[in-house]
């Protein structure tokens, strides 16, 4: 049969086409998210029971459950888990009581020196205003009570009283830095032996002594020194001993203060640059368009790190202000300054006290509340 031959048609369209037909679909002109955007567009989620039904049935999966969402479901649940624990935290913190850190604070020496240091400091700014009142050109009177008159002595015998009360409460405190001297005085051999025939070199006391780390050598000689005072007071010792090493002590507690403050302003400026890397980060976060949805774990993991590089930065500033204090005290015994020296040491005085109290107070508080969660755990 003879085939029937049909005119060839143009491939291309034809000039008199484009002008009732629209050219192809240009991708460039539709509309684009902008991917700095702190909405991204919302995604299609589809129900876990349905997806996960069909994928078994079928051996598919939906074409909405990408990596990205399972991403976000595993960091909801840290999230979850995070948010537990700050609430345990909470609760735990609820149920320490003030009874039972002050409690638990007074059974040590340190605690009940602090005790003792705010009574005496309390009642020596009664008395130094006290004094300033009933010596002033408006305030006075010709002659004074009995009551008051014996008021006054029996405060002063008790600021006194406490000022010895803490000085043998203080006793043998060079235990502590010994013990961490002669820690290091037993070294093991060699690693690669054995446990059960690893030898030890025994170094010489004064070998030990004189590598120890300087802060712990000069708070064993300040603890020696304070004793030999305290000694001399009971009568053990005599009194030119006794004042020689109680102002060798105020020089070790000096020099001890000074030491402080470096490594206060040391761990100050670590403190300060790591705080800074968290802020640039979260900064940096906030700018790229990063949402509570996008990235909850890793925004809040930084937020918990700011807040406590801001509280150990809190704890540094009382620290230093503690240890200013006490170089303003002790300066005034080493120096023998006599301007307002009554004023001054009693005012630093009890502003160390009150400091150091509240530091004390707090890690106690702390050390309570750890055992309040590990009991719960």
């Known amino acids: 049969m003879s085939s029937i031959s049909f005119p060839s ?41 349905s997806s996960s039904m069909t994928a078994h049935v079928y051996g598919t999966s939906s074409i909405y459950d990408t990596k990205e969402e399972t ?29 039972e850190v002050w409690r638990d604070l007074l059974l040590t020496s340190n605690g009940r020196d602090k005790a003792f240091k705010l009574i005496q400091y309390s009642i020596r700014l009664y008395l ?9 050109r408006l305030l006075r009177r010709p002659s004074r009570p009995p009551w008051e008159v014996d008021l006054v002595e029996r405060l002063r015998s008790t600021a006194s009283g ?6 043998l409460l203080l006793l043998f405190n060079w235990l502590s830095p010994l013990t961490t001297i002669m ?22 006391f004064l070998h030990t002594v004189l590598y120890a780390p300087p802060p712990v050598l ?43 403050l470096v490594e206060n302003g040391v761990e100050r400026q670590m403190i300060s640059s790591l705080q800074h890397q968290v802020e640039s980060r979260l900064y940096s ?16 993991i930084d937020e918990r790190e700011l807040a406590r590089l801001q509280k150990q930065d809190f704890w540094l500033q009382l620290s230093r202000v503690k240890l ?40 106690q508080r702390n050390v309570i509340r750890a055992k309040s969660l590990s009991f719960a755990a």
């Open 128 to 136: 130094l205003f006290h004094t300033s009142i009933s010596t002033s």
């Open 9 to 49: 048609g143009q491939h291309g369209p034809s000039a008199h086409d484009e002008q009732y037909y629209s050219p192809t679909f240009d991708a460039s002109s539709s509309f684009q998210m902008n991917p700095l955007s702190s909405h991204p567009p919302r995604t299609p989620r589809t129900s876990v029971m």
């Open 71 to 99: 991403e976000e479901v595993l960091r909801a649940d840290g999230e979850d888990v995070d948010e537990d624990e700050e609430e345990k935290l909470k609760v735990a913190s609820t149920r320490v009581r003030k009874e």
């Open 162 to 167: 406490l000022s010895f009360s803490r000085k």
């Open 218 to 260: 000069l708070e064993l000689v300040n603890a020696i020194a304070d004793d030999a005072a305290t000694f001399s007071l009971l009568g053990l010792f005599g009194k030119k001993f006794g004042e020689r090493a109680g102002r060798f002590s105020d020089w070790c507690w000096l020099i001890t203060t000074l030491v402080g």
């Open 324 to 363: 200013v204090m006490d170089l303003t005290f002790v300066s005034y015994d080493i120096f023998r300054i006599k301007r307002f020296r009554e004023l001054v040491k009693t005012v630093a005085g009890l502003a160390a006290a009150i400091l150091s109290s509240a530091k004390l107070y707090h890690g």
């Open 183 to 204: 820690a290091q005085q037993s070294v093991p051999y060699s690693a690669e032996v054995s446990t059960e025939t690893k030898k030890k070199i025994t170094r010489p």
């Open 285 to 300: 976060e906030s700018m790229t368009g990063a949402t509570a949805k996008s990235k909850p774990k890793y925004s809040k």
